[in-house]
């Protein structure tokens, strides 16, 4: 943790009661903003808060794909928590949606994501990361329009797992939908991870400066 942050959870005290999209303030239990490391270097990206997201308020927690992501961020060193935590203890990285809220039957509509954009993207402006994690096709789309020089209906996720994308400003590393993510596919992206992104030392700059 930053050594001027106080809080994984929501750590730049966004709207937690935000009213934007009235259909998602019925459904939702909680805005479910960021969680992790201000000086992190890397931010992983969802589609939306889970049910066990919204219920605990923090993302990737409380179920199977929140445990998968945990684990993977164990074995890469970003978590020093156990899988099943509620609240891990993250370093050097950050978390979050494209969307805050959750709708139990349908996901986000296009309205709903341009109507979030702005936390997202005063959050990434904010972390200034050096690569982004899209978990999902909806998420690399959305992703490929602000920060890469393609289109986004050229990206295929499963195609691109693991791999690493130049944009701009920014690298970006896919990653397939974590409950439908096969174990192979969790250890070809830690393996990428490692072998292609740390071995160009991310972890030496701005984000372990203050470990």
Known sequence: MDAHQD?????????AECTNCAALCETRSNVVHGYGDVGAEFVFVGEMPT??????????????AGERLQRILGELGFARSDPDTLEPDLQNVFL??????RHPERPPSDDEVATCEPYLN?????INPQLIVP?????????????TTRRPDSFDVDEEHATT??????????????DRQTDAQTEAFVEH???????RDY?????RQSR
């Open 193 to 199: 991870m490692v072998e292609n992104v740390f071995s």
């Open 165 to 178: 994308i130049r944009g701009r400003g920014f690298e970006l590393v896919p990653m397939v939908e974590l």
């Open 7 to 15: 809080t994984f959870e929501n750590p730049f005290s966004m709207d």
């Open 135 to 147: 978990i999902g096709q909806r998420a690399l789309e959305e992703l490929a329009v602000e920060y």
């Open 51 to 64: 049910e066990s997201a919204d219920a605990a308020g923090v993302p990737f927690v409380g179920d199977e």
């Open 96 to 101: 979050t949606n494209l969307t805050r809220c």
């Open 122 to 126: 005063a959050e990434i402006r904010m």
């Open 203 to 207: 972890r030496q700059t701005k984000g």
